[in-house]
């Protein structure tokens, strides 16, 4: 297997590799946008033919949420033309697609969690530029995986455990939204799955759901981030009205794993036990 990893110096993109560094040596390369710019479609192409690239693992796209409110262009160039150039790529070249995509593809109206075939409706133009590239890559590339996932974090980046940890640190009262409800995703769980997807041998193409096990809002997240790590900190639940910000989010953000379970057989741990790994690491760095 001759493995790309796409936005190799992201959160997720840093713990794939660390996990594929084990489990497939010598068979991956790792680009992020100084060694290969996806939205350069001649690029994209020239680079999976030199390299005979047979999967790709696509974790680069725009993330900035509240930014992409005003900056739909570069939203639309990394989430959606970059995802078909993929795509194009991927069709061209007989290249099997994981590519990363989003609980905020849903509006949260939900009462229960969202499996891959509930309907989706984004209400910000990050959720709006996942979808276009969800439903572009399946239309380009029939046989991509796409996974979906939620509140994703790890020691790498920028993700609300590093926020609330250096807020607390910091010793002032904490106000945290207690009424938008979902799943954190520890980014080496996220990678253990995609893992295992390349190591098996069967390819189920469509949409998966992957979080991690349990249900939070924020403030529970944020509660459980200082109680962890050992920090004295206040912090009070507030409604997401007293908290305004540029893009809306869901209010219900949990998704349905049982296709990844059952297809792939991945197991899933509960968010705490998780995010006590991640604060663990981040605290012996
Ligand atoms: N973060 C979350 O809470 C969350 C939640 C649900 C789903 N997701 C999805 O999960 C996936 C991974 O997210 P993440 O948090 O690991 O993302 P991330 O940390 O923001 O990493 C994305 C990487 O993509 C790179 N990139 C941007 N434009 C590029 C281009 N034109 N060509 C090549 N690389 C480019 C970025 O580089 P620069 O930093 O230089 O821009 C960055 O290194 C994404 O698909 C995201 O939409 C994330």
């Not at 979080?211 to 509660?223: H, I, M």
């Not at 050992?230 to 009070?236: D, H, Q, S």
């Not at 057989?265 to 006590?276: C, D, K, N, Q, T």
Request: aromatic letters at 8%.
């Amino acid at each position: 297997m001759n493995i790309l990893v796409t936005g190799a110096n992201g959160q997720l993109g840093h713990e794939l590799r660390n996990q594929l560094e084990v489990d497939f040596p010598g068979q991956v390369l790792y680009t992020d946008i100084e060694e290969l710019d996806l939205t350069d479609a001649g690029a994209v192409e020239h680079f999976v033919t030199k390299n005979d690239v047979t999967h790709i693992v696509n974790c680069a796209a725009y993330t900035a949420v509240d930014k992409a409110e005003e900056d739909k262009l570069q939203c639309t160039a990394i989430n959606v033309d970059a995802v078909k150039n993929i795509a194009k790529a991927a069709d061209a070249n007989g290249i099997k697609v994981i590519h990363i995509s989003t609980d905020y593809v849903f509006d949260g109206t939900a009462h229960k969690p969202y499996s891959e075939s509930d309907k989706v409706n984004p209400i910000s133009q990050y959720g709006t530029s996942k979808r276009k590239g969800e439903t572009a890559l399946l239309a380009l590339a029939p046989e991509s995986i796409i996974i979906r996932t939620a509140w994703l974090y790890s020691p790498y980046g920028h993700n609300f455990v590093k926020t609330i940890l250096k807020r607390a640190a910091e010793g002032k009262e904490l106000k945290v939204v207690a009424d938008q409800i979902g799943t954190p995703t520890y980014a080496v769980d996220l990678a253990k799955a995609i893992v295992k997807i390349l190591q098996s041998h069967q390819w189920v193409e469509g949409i998966y759901h992957f979080s991690n096990e349990g249900v939070c809002s924020w403030y529970d997240f944020a509660k459980a981030i200082i109680r962890i790590r050992g920090l004295k900190c206040p912090v009070v639940p507030i409604p997401t009205e007293d908290y305004p910000t540029p893009a809306s989010r869901p209010y219900y953000s949990i998704l349905n794993k049982s296709r990844i379970k059952a297809t792939y057989g991945v197991e899933i741990p509960h968010w705490e036990e998780s995010l006590a790994d991640c604060i663990n690491r981040m605290s012996k760095q």
